[in-house]
């Protein structure tokens, strides 16, 4: 159903961000307890944490989405796991990576200019997150992903697009994206099961997955609980050293408004009539 036969049919209720945020803390006591519920592990990042040491446990005022992360070994219980959703909760995923992102949204919601048109509704994100031996072998990682493209990028950054066209032309793209299937992939994986035993290397992004920072292991793990308002959550460890990481020494500090970011102009509750 299109935006404009909800309004014109009256069945589009515009919600505050007070209202969205509720909605997202709802749906994150649901998601929490399922992980935990299953055993899988899982971490707070992004916005979110941000709202916990600068908001007071609360939210960016302007923030309108939550992120989790969840090891990237086990994204295919994730499947199962959320099968076990109450309404009005649904995920659908997003991109076509190894690992794509797992979008848990509110049936009972509408977004309107939303960044990314495959948001349903107001939405929690779940990505995959890997521990890499070194900085170089994520950056490795980001150059094979470039090389494996079969299709030209779309990147608004105009020397982007011009090496993804030079690559495709040279038509590399099935040689590397097989090498990236039968020898990069197990490779990494190997390392993250490894790491993992030893709690050692750089959490970051699953592979073909960039993140905005890479961190040391004992800076996220082991996790510590908090909480963003009275709902429970894990966090990284060293929150402080991760938000610095992410965000810059001054993440403490209120941005212009320029550089606030939303992900969607407009959300609304669907009134069934």
Not at 126 to 131: D, R
Not at 205 to 218: N, T
């Amino acid at each position: 159903m299109t935006e404009q036969t909800l309004e014109s049919d009256g069945h589009l209720e515009p919600m505050s961000l007070v209202e969205v945020h509720q909605t997202l803390l709802s749906m994150l006591a649901v998601v929490t307890e399922l992980f935990d519920h299953h055993g899988l592990d899982y971490c707070l990042i992004g916005g979110g944490c941000l709202g916990i040491a600068r908001h007071d446990h609360g939210f960016v005022p302007w923030d309108d989405d939550l992120d989790l992360a969840v090891w990237a070994r086990d994204w295919q219980r994730l499947p199962e796991i959320f099968s076990h959703l109450p309404p009005p909760y649904a995920t659908f995923l997003k991109g076509s990576s190894y690992f794509p992102t797992f979008n848990v949204f509110d049936t009972s919601t509408h977004l309107s200019g939303a960044r990314d048109t495959s948001s349903a509704g107001v939405f929690i994100d779940i990505v995959p997150m890997m521990i890499w031996p070194g900085k170089f072998s994520k950056l490795l990682d980001r150059v094979i992903g470039v090389l494996a493209r079969p299709e030209p990028s779309q990147s608004p950054v105009a020397w982007k697009r011009w090496i993804s066209k030079i690559i495709c032309w040279l038509k590399v793209a099935p040689l590397f994206e097989n090498f990236q299937k039968k020898i990069f992939f197990s490779y990494i994986l190997e390392w993250d099961r490894r790491l993992w035993i030893q709690e050692q290397g750089l959490v970051t992004g699953a592979v073909g997955r960039p993140w905005r920072g890479k961190y040391p292991f004992e800076v996220i793990f082991p996790t510590q609980m908090s909480h963003i308002h009275q709902v429970p959550v894990k966090i990284p460890r060293h929150l402080n050293q991760f938000l610095k990481t992410r965000y810059g020494e001054d993440y403490l500090e209120i941005p212009d408004e320029t550089q606030r970011w939303r992900h969607f102009q407009h959300a609304y509750r669907i009134r069934q009539s």
